[in-house]
């Protein structure tokens, strides 16, 4: 045949092909549709059903496509249908048809819903790989698919989604189908999103019934995971890549491969960069029993993870279990912190760690660590050390067995704490035989504690114990203190506790034993403080010795409180905040309490202080063995303080005689102030010779004056206030008489 003949030829075959292939979908093949679905239904060993037209196609070979096909269960499995087909594709085998024979080569399914079903221990494709029929049996390539998973009656809440697989049938028994595809794993409990893409690829063989695969995972997201796998995202993000070689019968399916985790973070913090954790991955498989083991590990960390999981596709459960072996703690504290875990700013902490922490889907921790030469520093804190700390973790509560901690000043205390997760409860125990106070208020992540806070020196022994909680934060404890020193507004030096015994509970603080001093005076006694009652002070004082003189020096930032100069300029009193606050009850005894020349021995006093009103409602003493009692009250004014005393005095020795007497003392001012500013007023005296009434004053010489008279006579005394004598010019007057 002439070229040009043979060119003429070609060229009308191809126009003849095209054409044909134009024409072929548009040409009805309804009259085959039965053949067909007889034909699928050999090739996929169930009944299926054509509910849409069925048409030719030329391209890519010779071929049928269908729309709406429904390929139906074996009812020993299921009663739903195993697939829903939006287009199938059937090509036929080119050889066979040459001979007369349709045999369907491959079928492509496009946006279709398969239904990997399960009943009892047989899956519903066990039926196509069957070798009866593996000689006859067709490719199946799925394009744009959801694969659904199906025990009995009940679906799976994972699923696949954008399924893209091929299946090639074996040449032989010994071959093996060809699998390969991608797809993006799913829940039907969350919106249908993607949660991590995979891609699969190798052989399934079924005498014996084996696999080889390669599983790849390219930079999932460590949120997407945790989705899939507990439900929620937890708020932390990462990405995982891995490359896995699966091979081995189907109840024992060998795993290696590698993992790579980087830029672990919480949602809302940036990734940090330059991260990431390369681990060695081998486990075991069964797909029979839904049973996964995997096991990693890493050259660059002496870290070991172990995961379970079970029924996963049914029921899912699983755990994971970390085990560390010397694991430096600063990666860990990092990966915390990335994590969103709200650490002191510049924490540092130094160490290893050993133990094991599992982890469930139902949300519990549990295991045991245990912390080896740690030391801790933070801003404004001082360095602790732990030489080792033993940690327990279960049923969302974490426990720090009592260990020792030594400070930077080489004090030791013995720690124990109990985290409770669920509640977010903390309590710490901290136990010390000699410890500073200023030691606690160093350490800048614990809460002050109460009273002692407020102490500038001294040291401590006894136990603490610390609750922070959703709505309080606070301190109960038993202490001893030993030479502390504490500023106490309105003192004029700072108080020394020489020792005492301190009670806290909560704001509630209770002292007893208290041996103290305060500039020349010293006293023994107890303090309690009451939170929310009228006079939350309440003290308790007792001293053997104390001069009038020395309590005025020691007071007198409290009978004298500083003023601003506006204050002074505007003529107005300012009241220092300390004194607003100056609610206190208690009581005094002194044994021998000095007042220039007056000893009153025995005094005891009760005591109400209310803000700028000192008031000793009563008070009890002995005055040169006679008994007097009386009541004082002090005001605080906005320059200097008032006072005003009424006492009686019984049976008194005085000039060779007894006498009782009864008045009231009123003076203002500090010092030779409060002197000269003396006045007595409703005096009475009662002598042999009758009662005597009357008033006095300081007179400018600086002796007291003081006029009495019984109605008929005169008395005058004048001394000072310890030596009062009669007057003797005249001493006594006969005002009758007019003398």
């Known amino acids: 045949m002439k070229p040009k003949s043979i060119f003429k030829l070609a060229v009308a075959t191809a126009a003849l092909y095209v054409a044909g292939s134009l ?104 039926s196509f790989v069957n070798r009866s029929v593996m000689s006859t049996a067709p490719a199946i390539h799925v394009r744009d698919g959801r694969i659904n998973f199906k025990f009995g009656d009940i679906k799976s809440t994972f699923y696949l989604m954008n399924a893209d697989i091929d299946i090639s049938p074996p040449g032989s028994r010994r071959s093996g189908w060809s699998i390969s595809g991608q797809a993006d794993a799913a829940r039907t409990d969350r919106p249908a999103l993607p949660l991590g893409s995979f891609t699969l690829g190798g052989k399934w063989y079924i005498a014996p019934e084996r696999v080889d695969l390669d599983l790849r995972l390219d930079r999932a997201q460590l949120g997407e995971l945790a989705v899939l796998m507990s439900g929620h995202a937890g708020g932390v993000h990462g990405v995982v890549t891995s490359r896995l070689h699966l091979a081995g019968p189907l109840d024992s399916i060998g795993i290696l491969g590698t993992l790579f985790i980087e830029d672990v973070h919480r949602w809302d913090l940036l990734p940090p960069k330059g991260q990431g954790w390369p681990m060695d991955i081998r486990g075991r498989l069964n797909l029979v029993a839904q049973q996964l083991e995997l096991e990693s590990t890493s050259s660059v960390v002496p870290l070991t993870t172990r995961f379970r ?277 208690g009581s005094v005894e002194i044994d021998d309490l000095a007042l220039g020349g007056i000893h009153m021995e025995k005094f005891r006093a009760r005591l109400l202080w209310d803000v700028s009103h000192i008031d000793f409602p009563s008070f009890n003493a002995r005055l040169d063995n006679a008994p007097i009692a009386g009541a004082l009250v002090v005001t605080l004014g906005a320059r200097v303080p008032s006072y005003k005393l009424s006492a009686k005095v019984r049976s008194l020795n005085w000039e060779a005689g007894k006498v009782d007497v009864e008045g009231t003392l009123q003076t203002r001012g500090t010092g030779s102030q409060a002197l000269t500013n003396m006045r007595v007023a409703d005096l009475s005296l009662r002598t042999e010779d009758g009662i005597y009434v009357g008033r006095g004053a300081m007179q400018e010489d600086g002796r007291l004056l003081i006029v009495l008279t019984n109605g008929t006579k005169q008395m005058r005394m004048t001394g000072p206030l310890a030596a009062l004598k009669l007057d003797d010019s005249p001493a006594i007057s006969d005002q009758r008489s007019g003398k």
């Not at 001294?458 to 603490?464: I, V």
């Not at 003290?539 to 020395?550: C, P």
């Open 23 to 126: 024409l072929a979908p548009r040409i009805h093949a309804d009259s085959y549709g039965q053949r067909l679905r007889a034909s699928l239904g050999r090739a996929l060993g169930r009944n299926v059903e054509i509910r849409g037209r069925v048409r030719f196609s030329l391209w890519r070979g010779p071929g049928f496509s269908a729309e709406d096909v429904v390929v139906h269960e074996d009812p020993s499995i299921g009663f739903e249908p195993a697939a829903y087909v939006d287009s199938i594709k059937v090509r036929p085998a080119l050889l066979p048809l040459l001979f007369g024979r349709f045999v369907i080569a491959s079928i492509r399914l496009e946006d279709a819903t398969l239904n990997l079903a399960k009943a009892g221990d047989h899956w519903n494709f066990t």
């Open 309 to 585: 999981a079970g029924d996963y596709l049914s029921r899912p459960h699983w755990g994971v279990t970390f085990t560390w072996n010397r694991f430096p703690i600063a990666p860990v504290l990092q990966l915390a912190a990335d994590m969103g875990l709200q650490l002191p700013p510049k924490l540092h902490i130094n160490g290893s760690l050993d133990g094991a922490i599992g982890y469930s889907d139902a949300g519990n921790w549990q295991g045991e660590l245990v912390l080896h030469n740690t030391s801790l520093a933070m801003p404004d804190s001082q360095p602790i050390r732990f030489e080792q700390v033993h940690a327990m973790l279960g049923k969302g509560t974490l426990w720090v067995a009592p260990s020792l901690v030594r400070t930077a000043e080489d004090e030791l205390a013995r720690v124990e704490a109990i985290y409770s997760m669920p509640d977010n409860t903390l309590d710490v125990s901290i136990s010390s035989e000699n410890m500073r106070v200023g030691t606690l208020r160093a350490q800048a992540g614990l809460h002050a504690v109460p009273w002692l806070e407020q102490l500038t020196a001294g040291r401590w022994s006894g136990t603490l114990r610390y609750h922070r909680g959703p709505e309080q934060n606070a301190w109960t404890g038993n202490l001893q203190l030993a030479g502390a020193r504490m500023t106490v507004p309105g003192l004029a030096h700072p108080l020394e506790i020489l020792s005492a015994h301190a009670g806290i509970d909560g704001h509630r603080i209770a002292v007893d034993r208290l041996a103290g001093r305060a500039g020349k005076i010293s006293f023994t006694g107890d303090y309690r403080y009451e939170p929310d009652t009228p006079r939350p002070h309440r003290l308790r004082l007792r001293a053997v010795s104390v001069t009038a003189a020395d309590l005025e020096s020691e007071l007198m930032p409290t009978l004298h409180p500083s003023e601003s100069l506006l204050a002074r300029a505007l003529g107005r009193g300012n009241t220092p905040e300390w004194l607003r606050q100056r609610k206190l009850e």
